[in-house]
């Protein structure tokens, strides 16, 4: 069992952004910008994205467009970022990064500091939004 279903079976702690049946995002313990978040299948381990059932990848992409616009309401930004790498965690999933310019999407750049109470404001205030869409 992966790291990434522990924490959707809620056995490891997350700050959930979103979920439904199959699908959930929860923001990064180590993120590029405020509000990165990460979406995965909450019933597939599978590690390589284009190894995931038909059905499975096109919801997983419908359900990360829905975070992605919620995201995009609940935390200032011109876009948001989409990186899909899988190469840190066997378990696929997208990456959703608030974007000011381009260079805000290098993970190799130095990483802001959150507060878990930053944390706590931001998935709140993006679950707010995604339960309005």
């Known amino acids: 069992m992966t790291i990434f279903t522990k924490i959707a079976q809620g056995e490891i702690p997350s700050y959930k952004v979103a979920e439904n049946a199959d699908f959930y995002a929860f923001l990064d313990i180590n993120p590029l910008a405020k509000g990165h978040t990460l979406v995965i299948p909450k019933h597939v381990e599978d590690d390589y994205i284009f190894s995931l059932d038909p059905a499975v990848y096109a919801g997983l992409w419908d359900f990360a467009r829905k975070v992605a616009m919620a995201l995009k309401a ?6 948001v970022g989409v ?11 997208i990456h ?6 381009e260079a805000d999407l290098d993970f190799r ?7 878990p109470q930053e944390q706590a404001q931001i998935a709140s205030a993006i679950l707010a939004a995604y339960e309005k869409l």
Do not use: D, I, S
Request: some cysteine.
């Open 83 to 93: 990186a899909v790498l899988g190469m840190e965690v066997p378990h696929t999933h």
């Open 109 to 115: 750049k130095k990483r802001p500091e959150v507060t």
């Open 74 to 79: 609940a935390v200032p930004c011109k876009r």
């Open 96 to 101: 959703l990064v608030p974007l000011q310019t």
